[in-house]
């Protein structure tokens, strides 16, 4: 196991102001959509403090799917890897020797070489375009976490997953630390439905779980 702990124009504007994006940099104005949405004094925090944006001024659209480019953005913009001393052993390399798929002038060029640099294990043929698992958004947020937030060695008790079979069993471990820390929520049923895909709402959330825990750490 590689770790051991380890409708086009709402998708058009979400593509365009992505999770971390800066289209809405004034000040912002409370997300107007968060009605009974889980987590949702999170969000309304992280748009606070500058680390997400919404699809518009006052719109989150909690329940749309992430591509893998605004995951990207969004977990760079959260742990800050942008600030972070990684000990990149190539600082000449572009995002684009390290992605093919990533052209070096896109808005989220940046974030993933920030984020391969932080240790996550972003596959090279990735397609910034394509939506992304919630067991994929958590290898990259737990990945980066470990580095970036110096997140030390834990010895865990494994939670009891009722759809294990479903994982790739190279991001099970990252699942299984991300819920033992209580940075991703398990189901009463104990599903985590790895292979669906992960909703803005969902990803904010986890992002928070993941700055809190890793401020506790510095503490």
Known sequence: MKKKLAASLMSASILAASLGG?????APTSFKDLKGVSGQEKIQSLQEKGIIKG???STFAPNASVTQAQ???????????STAELGDPNPNRTAHDLFPAVKNEAWYAQAFLDTAN??????SDVDPSAKITREDYVDYLMDALKTAGNLPMINIV?????DQDAFDIEKLGSTQLAIALEIAPL????KF???????????AVMLYNAIDYMNHLKK
Do not use: C, W, Y
């Not at 439905?193 to 990803?203: D, F, L, V, Y």
């Open 158 to 162: 494994a939670p009891d997953l009722a």
């Open 55 to 57: 699809v518009s001024a």
């Open 71 to 81: 995951a990207v953005q969004f977990i760079s913009n959260g742990l800050g890897l």
């Open 187 to 190: 189901g009463a049923d104990k």
């Open 118 to 123: 932080s240790g996550a294990s972003i596959p």
């Open 22 to 26: 800066s289209m809405f940099a004034a």
């Open 193 to 203: 439905h790895p292979e669906a895909e992960i909703t803005r709402a969902e990803a």
